[in-house]
């Protein structure tokens, strides 16, 4: 009895143990664990590295390798359950996949070792991967090659400062001239995933600033400085001129950002400052020539005339064109000298020009129009344009060609046919004078105005003006008394105004102050019209009040239904059936149709 008792002892430890060798290996059956990335990556860009794990039970200490040449910017995960159920017995099977993003500084063949991962308390290894990589292009370098030669102080600083988010504003010189453009830009660097929340630029008092153009996006790049990968942006970029010589400080900026985790949630603010810069602004050369207004760049002046033959008093027209690069806007407009007996129009200026990182670039046109009242033969002198030019550091100045014209015609029948005016045949020379000749009004000596009629009117006139006044001035006041009275003469005016908010509002997408408006238009004008005070409003008040000022019943319902419609859809837009549009537009026709139907009550004075 006792042997067979150590039989079944025996046998049934021996299935305890194969059942769990069984199980284990069913396990180890079960979980897959692999790792994916594409064969091919380019040096100093971002890829993903995928791992994926498939098992009857959630994994647990994941752990991805050390990998020699790549930094490992980003972890993301995700996970997904299946739950089946088979004879009545329901089971688990959980996929669990953590996304790498990477970065190889080298190129070459890369090695990535396998990825561990526990289940069920059992370590699972992952498969290793080669990748080749190869040469980039070139997109990870701060500077853009697009750009003019940036003074890079963080990369060109070996000492660069131990944070992992910091703002580094740069210029592309640190010395130039008086109205000199100087190009200026504010980059982000983080090892965070961040959001922009502030952005605050420093006041530049003593420069002229133009914004270059952004993307609608910021576009983000990666870097290494000092081993560390950093996520960079351009955040803002500017051309700057300075009006005045000496050191000039560029004060930091700020700016706020919303930190986030790697699983894309937040978890506070940070608060960054940039760099300083200081611009050693040199002033311009003493020898200016005597046409120079301030143009600092790379210009040239051209003119043209539309004929250089006419009739005396047609109109010609002379352009003057300023093209190249420069400070366009901080110079004086070129003037052409003509002859005084040219008569001068205002001139048409276009400016066709665009803000680039080495100034503004473009044309600028004076279109100059004149009518010649005296014939002859005239010889315009050309149009002188200085400025100062920043590659041979020296004045140049540039003129236009002299304009030949001909007038043709006869000025002596052209003034005393009387067509021109006063002004016109002044502008003619100073020995001409117009003289007037008829119309004249004389009157004999010694003859007064005193005890004529006209004396006497002179007298009661403004008297009677007076009373009439002081008549008006009463009245007014009384009016003013009755508040009442002054209320239900303002109150379509008061309801528009109201009305012109709402549609402000409707416009902006503020839909709960919209329809409040809505309301405070259509109940105020009852209460301002009708003399009911808005504590004493009710909807049956104002439909007895109505009903009794001869108002048709329909427009009273109308009333109550576009009160009943704004009030619910202002907290639950998708019952009514009707857009904010149409409240609007019935709540301005119902106060349009009061106006014309309500008779004014009358208040006794």
Known sequence: MKQKRRYILNNSLLSIIFMLFLGSNILAQDVLFTANANNTAKAGEPFIIQYQLEAPQKGTNFEYPEMSGINVLNVGTSSFTQTTVINGKMSKSYTLTWTLTAVANNQGKQTIPAASVTVNGKTFKSNSLDINITAGNGNNNVANNNQPSIDNTVENNENIPEKDIFLNLTTNKTEAYVGEPIYIYTRLYSRYNVNLSEFNPSAMDNFWIQDLPMPNSVKADYTTLNGKQYLTAVLEKKVIFPQKSGDISI????????????????????????????????????????????????????????????????????????SGIGNFGLFDDPEMKVPKTFEELLPDVKTNTKVTENGIEGSK??????????????????????????????????????????????????????????????????????????GLSLYPKNNFIYGKLGFWLAYLIPFVGFLISIFLLRKKIKENANIELIKSKKADKVSAKRLKTADNNLKQGNFDIFYEEINKALWGYI?????????????????????????????????????????????????????????????????SNFEKKIQLLKVKN
């Open 251 to 322: 004060e930091p900026y700020n700016a706020t950002f919303q930190l986030y985790d790697n699983w894309g949630f937040p978890y506070g603010n940070k608060k960054v400052v940039s760099n300083k810069k200081v611009i050693t602004v040199k002033p311009l050369p003493a020898n200016k020539p005597a046409g120079f207004t301030g143009a600092v760049g790379d210009f040239n002046i051209t003119s043209e005339i539309d004929n250089n033959e006419i009739e005396i008093d047609n109109a010609i027209n002379i352009t003057l064109t300023i």
């Open 365 to 438: 046109s004076y279109k100059l129009t004149y009518i010649p009242r005296v014939p002859g033969n005239y010889t315009i002198k050309g149009v002188s344009f200085s400025y100062f030019d920043l590659k041979s550091k020296k004045y140049i100045t540039k003129t236009t060609n002299p304009i030949e014209i001909n007038i043709e015609g006869d000025s002596t029948m052209q003034i005393a046919n009387g067509n021109k005016s006063k002004i016109e045949v002044e502008e003619i020379g100073e020995d001409i004078r117009f003289i007037k000749t008829a």
């Open 527 to 591: 209460s301002d019209k009708l003399s009911i005070p808005l504590s004493e409003l009710t909807r049956q008040n104002a439909v007895n009040t109505l009903s009794a000022q001869n108002v048709e019943e329909q427009l009273i319902n109308d009333f109550i239904k576009t009160i009943d419609d704004a009030e619910i859809a202002r907290y639950a837009p998708s019952s009514v059936g009707i857009t904010p549009e149409s409240i609007y537009q019935r709540a301005s026709s119902i106060i």
